[in-house]
């Protein structure tokens, strides 16, 4: 149990295009999703909290307009990356928290990576 | 901003030596989880601490929290080639978000 999935793998795209990135939880609920972004050999930076029916919790210093997510169902989250440039190429990663497990854990999607160019 | 410090950022070990990373967060903690993650892969759960001093125990894999909750340490005991990886400790300040900071992680490197 607690798998994630997240669509696609890998992305290339030009400057100035918009990508979806696909989270979902496979075999559990979620109302809690959290977006990270990764650079080679970085850590793991949060982006952003996403919330099932409400509006997404930014982290200080990201563009809320630039990444847009939403949070349609509770097996679902998408992160838009709008206007793309080449310095949003990075590896991104979700992970969603099961509701009524009992606890925090966060399970970990494969990741995104991105490559803009 | 995020203030999770983990040290070191690399350690390269002989097989059969023990291994240990360190985590020190500038605030109280709700709790303290440790991932690995492989070369191309994404990070993996392997515990999460929540009482002030715990200690948990995977086979050769130690994990302790500290008193104050403040910080954290993972100790490989005899390490082999298969604990190749990065470990990140993320500490949660008990925001009902249930966000996690991730430290940014230590490389183990173990030559056979």
């Known amino acids: 149990g607690a798998v994630v999935s997240q669509h696609p793998s890998w992305v290339i795209c030009k400057s100035g295009t918009s990508v979806k990135i696909e989270c979902r939880s496979l075999?559990?609920?979620?109302?809690?999703m959290f977006w990270y972004r990764q650079f080679p050999k970085q850590s793991l930076m949060l982006m952003a909290t996403?919330?099932?029916?409400?509006?997404?919790?930014?982290e200080q210093g990201v563009e809320k307009d630039k990444f847009l997510i939403n949070h349609a169902s509770l097996t679902l989250s998408t992160l838009t990356v709008t206007s793309a440039h080449p310095e949003d190429s990075s590896f991104y990663i979700c992970?969603?928290?099961?509701?009524?497990?009992?606890?925090?854990?966060?399970?970990f999607g494969p990741g995104t990576r991105l490559t803009v160019l | 901003g995020q203030q999770v410090m983990q040290i070191p950022q690399y350690q390269h070990v002989q097989e059969g030596e023990d291994f240990t990373t360190y985590c020190n967060s500038s605030t109280t903690l709700s709790n303290i989880q440790w991932y690995k993650q492989r070369p191309g892969g994404h990070p993996v759960f392997l515990i999460q601490?929540?009482?002030?001093?715990e200690v948990k125990k995977q086979k050769r894999l130690t994990f302790q929290f500290g008193e104050a909750k403040k910080n954290s340490s993972l100790h490989i005991t005899a390490t082999q080639t298969t604990d190749v990886g990065t470990y990140f400790c993320?500490?949660?300040?008990?925001?009902?978000?249930?966000?996690?900071?991730f430290g940014r992680g230590t490389q183990l490197t173990v030559w056979p």
């Open positions: 996403s919330n099932e029916g409400s509006k997404a919790t930014y």
């Open positions: 992970s969603a928290r099961p509701n009524d497990w009992g606890t925090d854990t966060q399970y």
């Open positions: 993320a500490g949660d300040r008990g925001s009902t978000l249930g966000r996690l900071y």
């Open positions: 075999d559990f609920q979620a109302t809690t």
């Open positions: 601490l929540v009482k002030s001093g």
